[in-house]
């Protein structure tokens, strides 16, 4: 084998978000939510944090249609993405919190994409326990 062979690459470098992206993300989203989920600079470093307080806020308005609709398209959008945080902050952050309310999360998972669904199913049965119908 010549030194050429020896020296080529065999990965391929996947650029990630950071998490000041996956906070800017969700704020780009839903800028009137800001001051609630992302009081503070800091905030920008602890994503989990940020996507805890949203899904606050989502299961507190869950009766507003417009709210909900923008949630959805926002889950079924970051669902289907490959960055490793971002899922992170999906299933643990984001999912969890609204599979705390058996309704909302039962309103959410009616609503969302399959691969969203499925995504809350498994919090629902791994974190919470609860058998979905």
């Not at 998490?19 to 704020?27: F, I």
């Not at 919190?97 to 995504?119: H, M, N």
Request: net charge negative.
């Amino acid at each position: 084998m010549g030194e050429a062979e020896k020296a080529s690459t065999n990965f391929v470098l996947v650029p990630t978000m950071t998490p000041r992206e996956v906070v800017s993300l969700l704020l780009g989203r839903f800028p009137a939510m800001r001051d609630l989920v992302c009081p503070d600079e800091d905030c920008f470093n602890e994503p989990t944090r940020v996507y805890d307080s949203f899904a606050a806020e989502v299961v507190r308005r869950v009766d507003d249609r417009e709210v909900f609709k923008s949630v959805i398209r926002f889950i079924d959008d970051i669902a289907e993405s490959k960055d490793p945080l971002l899922s992170t902050v999906l299933v643990i952050s984001l999912l969890e919190g609204i599979a705390e309310d058996p309704d909302v999360a039962r309103r959410v998972s009616g609503a969302v994409g399959e691969t969203a669904r499925t995504l809350l199913r498994d919090v629902e049965r791994n974190f919470y326990h609860r058998m979905n119908t």
